[in-house]
């Protein structure tokens, strides 16, 4: 009994540094390996996992970006389709996943997306739509998109999101649904603080001419100091290419607790919550060049300020699980300890050790979303990307442009570094 009483004390005592606020990083072997440019080593490691339940849908969103990054668009959408549905089953969480996360720790419940991943899950179907020419499976995603936004997020939507089904619904000449979603998505930029691209704005200014919204019109020249814009009919002259660039990985969430001892009964105490680290992608935009013909991408999305905004509104739900945890564990141990203070000690400990933050999240989404636009003639082009502040470039051979038409192309840079300054760096 001794020994394991000294035990005990010697975990408790490696554990607790005098009542101390501690930070623990996380990382992971398919992070490091998109970060290094490794998508399809990523993927094998990710498939080699094996995961418990409750984080199958979180396995599925990963499994299906790192598809589509090897050009598996088919196989990332039935993969993506799979965690919509485990997402949808979880949208009730169950009392007995309650009762654990209550218990334990927040792990142990089911990966449930916040909504703006399940709003990133839609639009990585839509790219992925697109990319295999299927305009009406992509125009039926952005619908779903869109009740999804309604009922998920409505009072600060992404806005990329919008400004994709906008272009969808361009794509298919539906201008009054294009010109709404381009409504919502500028509102949208407006209502989280980002620039609105001049695309977009130009967009706006088209549409409502070509639609005959006179005051409309008029109001956002205003707005965007614009007085020029390519026509309607000079736009159906010629073709599209839209370029989407998935730029950076999402930043990392890490753990910081706070470990204390109580004085007098000599009980551990331990309050552990998830953080968001800074990060920034390696590129810093990118330029598009078709023969003589350049552009150069705009700034669509920032998905790290959606991140940490999703967590920041948790925050008081975490914190609250949290306390409450720490009240149940701490009144076990008094039950416990009353018959036997050596178990009761063991419980403490026990207690101590689980409480983890939930670190989960879907860490192969980019940081940043970035999208070059360009007006072309007519006939098959090659495009060269070349991305700012890295060696990053890549030529598409042979793309067909149409006139009155968009063709679509995505690229995936994952390239990017943590701002944190760790002890063992």
């Known amino acids: 009994m001794a020994v394991v009483r000294a035990i005990a004390l010697g975990v408790a ?48 969103l990963d499994k299906g970006m790192l598809l589509r990054m090897q050009g598996q668009f088919e196989s990332s959408n039935t993969t993506l389709e799979e965690a919509k549905g485990i997402a949808e089953q979880l949208d009730a969480i169950s009392l007995r996943e309650q009762a654990a996360a209550s218990s334990i720790n927040d792990i142990m419940r089911s990966y449930s997306p916040p909504p703006f991943e ?27 998109l869109d009740v999804l936004l309604k009922d998920k997020m409505p009072d600060k939507e992404v806005p990329f999101a919008r400004y994709l089904a906008g272009l969808v619904f361009e794509a298919r000449n539906e201008y009054d649904d294009a010109l709404i979603s381009y409504r919502k998505s500028y509102e949208a930029y407006k209502a989280n603080g ?26 956002l020249q205003e707005e965007f100091s614009l007085t020029e814009w390519p026509t309607q009919k000079q736009v159906k002259e010629q073709g599209e290419l839209i370029l989407i660039i998935f730029n950076g990985l999402v930043p990392r969430k890490h753990e910081t607790s706070l470990n204390v001892q109580d004085p007098m009964s000599g009980k551990l105490y331990r309050i552990a919550i998830p953080f968001y680290e800074e990060r920034e992608p390696a590129a810093h935009g990118a330029q598009l ?25 948790e925050m008081p739900k975490i914190i609250a699980r949290t306390i409450a945890r720490v009240a149940v ?35 192969t989404l980019p940081q940043q979303i970035l999208i070059g636009r360009m007006r072309l003639a007519p ?14 470039e890549h030529t598409w051979h042979d793309i067909e442009i149409a006139a009155g038409k968009k063709r679509f192309v995505s690229w995936h840079w994952p390239a990017s570094r943590s701002l944190i300054r760790r002890a063992s760096q």
């Open 379 to 392: 006939g098959k082009q090659d495009l060269t990307v070349t991305l700012e502040g890295t060696s990053g």
């Open 289 to 313: 060049a078709v023969g003589t013909t350049t552009a150069n991408t705009e700034l669509s999305d920032q998905l790290d300020r959606h991140a940490k905004a999703a967590l920041d509104a």
């Open 118 to 144: 399940l709003v990133m899950l839609h639009c990585v179907k839509i790219l992925n739509y697109l990319e295999l020419g299927k305009l009406d499976d992509a125009r039926v995603e952005a619908l779903q």
């Open 329 to 363: 564990k701490s009144k076990t141990v008094d039950e416990l300890g009353k018959n036997n203070a050596l178990v009761g000690m063991v419980a403490n400990i026990a207690g101590f050790v689980s409480e983890q933050a939930d670190t989960r999240a879907w860490y």
């Open 13 to 60: 005592a490696s554990l607790l540094l005098s009542g101390c606020a501690a930070v623990r990083f996380t990382e992971d072997p398919v992070e490091k390996l998109l970060l290094a440019q490794q998508p399809e080593q990523a993927l094998s490691v990710l498939e080699q996992r094996q995961v418990s339940d409750r984080n199958r849908g979180l396995q599925l």
């Open 194 to 219: 980002f620039t609105v691209p001049l695309a977009l704005q130009l967009d706006l200014l088209r549409l409502t001419q070509y639609l005959k919204l006179t005051d409309e019109n008029k109001k």
